[in-house]
């Protein structure tokens, strides 16, 4: 089963429409329309199957600590300072 087919599944079995779908993930609904039809996946999607893959863990330990609002400061990167002082003034 494709990304698509499984969207609208799980939108069906969670009794949403397309539209009550994107009022609550934020999405617009031809976003959500083409992504049924197979038209686009969303990008980052292949980007966490492959990481996964690599890792040999499910995708969902991936993005765990971040859906439940407990990303540590370790898996952060530093923001960079943009206060660096100019050369030869």
Request: hydrophobic share 40%; glycine share 8%; no cysteine.
């Amino acid at each position: 089963m494709g990304f698509g087919q499984t969207l609208q599944k799980l939108r069906l079995e969670a009794g949403l429409s397309q539209s009550g779908l994107a009022t609550k993930a934020g999405i617009q609904v031809k976003t959500i329309q083409n992504w049924e039809i197979s038209r686009r996946t969303p990008r980052w999607i292949v980007l966490l199957v492959k990481l996964a893959q690599g890792l040999n863990v499910p995708m969902e330990k991936l993005v765990a600590d971040v859906m439940d609002g407990r990303e540590s400061d370790e898996t952060v990167a530093p923001k960079k300072s943009h206060n660096r002082a100019r050369k030869g003034k």
